[in-house]
């Protein structure tokens, strides 16, 4: 079956610009997160999501980041005013259930955000 | 804080057994050892988990040992496809907030040489 897809798979927009992410689940997963990575390092959390609510956001940097799953299937993660440290690998990932032992998180190939 | 530790890079002759070890020695018992690694320009992937017991699946088997404090991820047979970061992750059963927050180190690039 289909897994985890991510659009778009290169953004390159400029500094102050607003930008959109999208992530695409595997179909029935209810859980839904989101990852950063930069170059060099491993994939660090953002935010995640049960169902249509973020069940936990501590993860974003700063307000500058948003992120939406209003039918608890599709999410968004939105970047306003972007900077140039916000350039890195935008992961997404979803699990069959919640979080937690034996839910294994499977993860889309990432979408490389570049700020000029 | 860093709960696990790994070697930066590993080389592996195309295939013998690749072993990448872990240390986790402030590991406590609730605590899962988990492996995901990460093929260049693709995301993370899951290979295997494991509490106390030795495991083995169809991707490689992890042996954890006895006082918990280490693991060792064992591909054995390794082949060019294995090539990737290998990333040994330690996660609580706990139920709540930040258990399921997947905490990624550096990991160990794994290089299988033909």
Known sequence: GAGVSQTPSNKVTEKGKYVELRCDPISGHTALYWYRQSLGQGPEFLIYFQGTGAADDSGLPNDRFFAVRPEGSVSTLKIQRTERGDSAVYLCASSLRGPGIGNEQFFGPGTRLTVL | ???????????????????????????????????????????????????????????????????????????????????????????????????????????????VIP
């Not at chain 2, 790994?6 to 872990?22: I, K, V």
């Open chain 2, 1 to 111: 804080d860093a709960k696990t530790t790994q070697p930066p890079s590993m080389d592996c002759a195309e295939g013998r057994a690749a072993n990448l070890p872990c240390n986790h020695s402030t590991i406590s018992g609730n605590e899962y050892v988990y492996w995901y690694r990460q093929i260049h320009s693709q995301g993370p992937q899951y290979i295997i988990h494991g509490l106390k017991n030795n495991e083995t699946n169809e991707m490689a088997s992890l042996i954890i040992t006895e006082d918990r404090k280490s693991s060792t991820l064992i591909l054995p047979h390794a082949t060019l496809r294995d090539t990737a970061v290998y990333y040994c992750i330690v996660l609580s059963s706990y139920s709540g907030a930040g258990s399921y927050q997947l905490t990624f180190g550096k990991g160990t690039k794994l290089s």
